[in-house]
């Protein structure tokens, strides 16, 4: 016993394709409420082949499958999803006919897999150290003392702070990015043939995205491992990948070099992706009396021991958009929270269509409350799921106009109207609709208070690229119908870009950087906002090595 | 100063735990004082004089405000002097202590049997969850807790001690007997205290491992290739241990304050059988007296789950 112990498990190598899928089905059965459970098909005659050492980066909007496809490649179906036709061989031999011992041994020797969210992938009751070398130990690949050491190296590869004593840390002590890059160090231990990435870097801030993003390029070219790289941003998969493989709706629409992919791509549908949707926003020039106007304002959380706001002050225009721009952490929702009065300021005015308004919620007249509304990122936690979508919309119509039967439903129809869904939606519940449609139903929502001012938080940053860019052309048209101004909160400066007339830059609680959008986006830059547009992934091979080399100051996280 | 914020909290809970301790005793004196009838005249009996029963009423404090009367019993407590029982003169801090032994003693068996057995069957019906082990674990320890305690206890008595004679029907104890022959005397009652208090630990642990089953690092467990038992044991079982405790804690107290009916049926000289016969000759101070041990045993177990839950946490020992 104390022999076997010792010894590694071998692994398979068979000549070929490291991993070679021929004619892959999933499938899983779905529970409709009130309607009897049914099979539905994830992924359809999906092939691919992966050589030893190559990456192949997966792309495709929600729903396209690459997750589900990511997984089977470890014989794994997550929630009851099945594989259910087609060939999996990884070094040889075929998954789906491998039982379940078969697969316990596979997993964690020979495929790792790097999630999307590492802070919720790590279990938070021990130490990192005793996580990253679970897998190399279980597998018998290294002894204890071989794999810490191991780890430590594979830290110091992937750049973290302190190589040697990060491991004695447990995850809550890490931050986002750095625990991101433990993660890959993590599936890196155990010398797998091929590493997981489900979209690794989408939870991070764009300024550490770009860090991890290097990290984890190097950390494939120097261990020649074979990487799976899913993600629904090109611009990023163009930086890690040898090949691209573009899904849609569970089918293969187009595979190919990266350089083929981005620059000659052969499918309508990848040429969409490709292309930039850029929407021609011309900015207005500032009015002449702000509808909100912010001044010195300060606010903190915990009785003013942490300032998460310091003296910012800003104005937003009649009909006009004020972007909000800056990394998790920098305050953006704060100063939302205390524009709204959920968080009353320590100090400072907020003045809004000429009168000062209340600091605290309780202070505020109803009509106050009605003219500015706000919408969420999340939109399905931000409705109801048992009332219809008649009900959410009608709701702000009986309380602020007192708006009963015949009159409401008419007003419903014509929100409905507005955002392009038709008067049939009303019946439907929050859960019968997709992601965009949940949002435009928020956007229906605010619009029926009549507001002068909506506030947009990262409304679109939880939505594909196609489905948001829709959302920020209804948001501009119906600005340009109502009249209505936005604050628009985001990270993602391509979006800025589409919508704003001015733009505040926030870092750290303060305003770095505020102005007409055409003077905050042109040089000469300070270094942070400097750092934020290097950041933004640009569909380029080598972009990265450009970026961050151009950098002027390094990103947080770090 | 991560430190310093657990012990900071552990003694926040043991104040706490102290002050809950005192408005307990404070609710135990006056629901014994709105109690109908008087000391003196349940002495003395019907045919006391009114001179007789006065005398006695002055001897023993009774003429005294409530509220003096109570600091002579609490500060009598505070110096080991639970009083004197009405019903026989005899110290009544002598008279619990060999019983409150035997109640001790009871539990512990049946705790040292009982908590280890419901963790491993509620680990074990998350392990084969929804399946036949599952759903026989679970018929098995909810059938057990439906029983009330005094007709398990018959059962066992029926089976155990008159059809195959294998342990007496009476668990009495005496100072004299070995260790081997109280845990002989004890095995039925703890038997059926183990058969009563199962079920609830066996689901607690069930649902709150399968509630942590769900999470994200259970999958890449499963993706590292460990096996079902090792996901459970390593990472499920640590992370669903503060609502663990705390019913087992829960479970841990009603064994001590709940034996009653079982310490009845079997005649075992424990705490409960001394309350009841108390209660029944009205002896308000063994009353007041065992009420209070009992409070004192239900907020010490209360306070130690809520401590080795302040402890289980990572995010409470090991702050940024």
């Known amino acids: 016993m104390a022999e076997a112990q010792s010894k590694a498990r071998p692994k398979p190598r068979a000549e070929g394709a490291l991993l070679d899928i021929r004619n892959l089905r999933i499938e899983a059965t779905v529970y409709p409420p009130g309607e009897k459970p049914r099979d539905v098909v994830l992924v359809d005659d999906v092939s691919l082949k992966l050589e030893r050492g190559k990456v192949l980066g997966l792309i495709g909007e929600s729903g396209a499958g690459k997750s589900t496809i990511g997984l089977s490649s470890m014989g794994f179906g997550r929630g009851g999803v099945r594989l259910t036709g087609g060939e999996i061989l990884l070094n040889g031999r075929d998954l789906r006919k491998t039982g379940a011992g078969g697969l316990r041994r596979m997993r964690g020797r020979e495929v790792c897999y790097v999630a999307q969210s590492a802070a919720a992938a790590f279990n938070p009751a021990h130490k990192l150290m005793d996580q990253v070398v679970e897998a190399a130990l279980e597998h018998r690949v290294l002894s204890r003392a071989a794999a810490e050491k191991r780890a430590i190296e594979l830290f110091r590869k992937l750049s973290l702070p302190n190589p040697e004593t990060i491991g004695e840390r447990y995850p809550h002590q890490v931050s986002g990015g750095q625990l991101q890059r433990v993660m890959t160090a993590m599936a890196l231990c155990s010398e797998p043939d091929l590493i997981v990435f489900d979209e690794p870097t989408t939870a991070l801030d764009v300024t550490t995205q770009i860090d991890v993003l290097a990290a984890i390029k190097e950390a494939i070219r120097d261990t020649h491992v074979a990487a799976l790289y899913i993600t629904h941003d090109l611009a990023v998969v163009a930086q890690v990948s040898d090949e691209i493989m573009v899904l849609r709706h569970g089918k293969l629409v187009e595979w190919g070099g990266t350089h083929q992919i981005i620059k000659e791509p052969r499918q309508a549908y990848t040429n969409a992706l490709v292309s930039v949707h850029q929407i021609e926003h011309q900015e207005h020039a500032p009015g002449v009396t702000p509808v909100l106007s912010v001044k010195n304002v300060t606010a903190s959380y915990g009785g003013g021991t942490v300032k998460v706001l310091k003296n910012v002050s800003v104005d937003v225009f009649p009909g006009q958009t004020l972007a909000v721009v800056g990394e998790s952490g920098s305050g953006k929702s704060t100063l939302a929270r205390a524009i709204t009065g959920l968080l009353p300021p320590l100090e400072g005015s907020i003045t809004f269509d000429g009168r000062t308004l209340g600091n605290k919620l309780a202070d505020r007249s109803r009509d106050d409350l009605r003219e500015l509304q706000m919408i969420y990122q999340m939109a399905d936690v931000a409705m109801n799921p048992r009332q219809t979508v008649g009900t959410i919309i009608g709701r702000p119509l009986e309380f602020y106009f007192k708006m009963h039967g015949r009159e409401r439903d008419q007003r419903v129809a014509e929100l409905l109207e507005k955002i392009e869904m038709g008067k049939g939606y009303a019946d439907r519940y929050p859960a019968e609709l997709s992601g965009g449609q949940k949002q435009r139903v928020c956007i229906a929502r605010a619009l029926a208070a009549k507001p002068k001012l909506i506030i947009c938080d990262e409304v679109t940053s939880a939505l594909d690229p196609l489905v948001a860019h829709g959302i920020l052309e209804l948001l501009l048209g119906l600005q340009a119908e109502e009249d209505v101004a936005y604050l628009f909160i985001t990270h993602d400066l391509a979006t800025v870009k589409s919508i704003a007339d001015s733009i505040a830059v926030m870092y750290r609680g303060e305003v770095v950087r505020y102005g007409s959008k055409s003077t905050v986006l042109t040089p000469p830059f300070d270094d942070y906002t400097d750092l934020l547009l290097r950041s933004v992934p640009e569909m380029e091979i080598g972009w990265l090595e450009k970026a961050i080399q151009g950098r002027k100051m390094a990103g947080a996280g770090n | 100063m991560g430190g310093a914020t657990v012990a900071k909290l552990i003694a926040q809970r043991i104040a706490l735990g102290v002050l809950l301790l005192l408005a307990v005793s404070v609710l135990i004196f006056a629901g014994t004082q709105i109690l109908p009838g008087d000391v003196a005249q349940s002495i003395l009996g019907q045919a006391a004089t009114p001179q007789a029963l006065e005398n006695l009423r002055r001897e023993l404090g009774l003429n005294d405000p409530a509220y003096i009367r109570y600091f002579r019993w609490l500060f009598g407590i505070l110096q080991g002097d639970l009083g004197t029982a009405l019903s026989n003169k005899r110290d009544i801090a002598t008279a619990l202590s060999g019983r409150l032994a035997n109640t001790l003693f009871l539990a512990a068996c049946a705790a040292v049997v009982s908590v280890p057995l419901a963790i491993l069957l509620g680990l074990l019906a998350v392990r084969y969850r929804n399946g036949i082990i599952d759903k026989a674990i679970s018929g098995f320890a909810l059938a057990s807790t439906s029983l009330p305690e005094f007709f398990i206890g018959y059962l066992l008595i029926l089976v155990f001690a008159v059809k195959l004679q294998w342990f007496p029907a009476s668990s009495t104890v005496y100072d004299s007997m070995s260790f ?141």
């Open chain 2, 180 to 320: 081997l022959q109280r845990l002989q005397a004890v095995v039925l009652p703890a038997t059926a205290l183990t058969l009563v208090v199962l079920a609830h630990m066996m689901r607690m642990t069930r649902a709150a491992v399968l509630n942590v089953m769900q999470s994200a690092y259970i999958e890449t467990a499963e993706l590292k290739g460990l096996s079902p038992l090792k996901i459970i044991r390593r990472h499920a079982f640590p992370n669903a241990i503060a609502p663990i405790i705390n019913v087992v804690m829960l479970n841990l107290a009603f064994l001590v304050v709940g034996v009653v009916v079982v310490e009845v049926i079997f005649v075992y000289p424990g705490m409960g059988q001394y309350l009841v016969d108390h209660v029944s000759k009205r002896d308000v101070p063994v009353v007041q007296a065992v009420g209070l041990i009992f409070a004192a045993v239900y907020i010490t177990l209360n306070m130690v789950a809520d401590i080795a839950a302040l402890l289980a946490n990572p995010r409470l020992r090991h702050p940024k």
